[in-house]
């Protein structure tokens, strides 16, 4: 079984709203930090938002501050991300990511010191 599993992509209107989630395997992801990252065709994969395994604290790219907002449910060990204002830029594959950090308020911004990762989940905007 995959440790992280997307859903929630699909084809929406500009300015309309999706919501990803991403199911977790294993009770300890509940103590992660996890994010979410994002990769449109012909550019690099970029950090989208994160969140500490207790909730104390977030982070947004500005791309998406104030459109878009992570939350987790640690007793079902699902993460998700509200999409709101959907902009034809936001087009791209999702993925959900894990990191293991004892780091307090701790969330990278790097692709690659998340430890796990998902299949991705395809978002694309129209215009």
């Known amino acids: 079984q995959a440790p992280l599993v997307e859903s929630g992509g699909g084809l929406v209107q500009a300015g309309g709203s999706l919501k990803l989630s991403c199911a977790a395997s294993g009770r300890h992801f ?22 500490t395994w207790n ?13 878009f907002t992570i939350s987790r449910d640690n007793a079902k060990i699902m993460v998700y991300l509200q999409m709101n204002s959907l902009k034809p830029e936001d087009t791209a594959v999702y ?9 307090k308020y701790y969330i990278p911004l790097n692709w690659d010191e998340y430890d796990y990762w998902g299949q991705g989940t395809q978002v694309t905007v129209s215009s």
């Open 95 to 103: 993925y959900c990511a894990a990191h293991n950090s004892g780091r």
């Open 30 to 51: 509940s103590s992660y930090v996890m994010g979410w990252f994002r990769r449109a065709p012909g550019k690099e994969r970029e950090f989208v938002a994160g969140m």
């Open 55 to 67: 909730g104390d604290n977030t982070d947004y790219s500005d791309s998406v501050k104030d459109r």
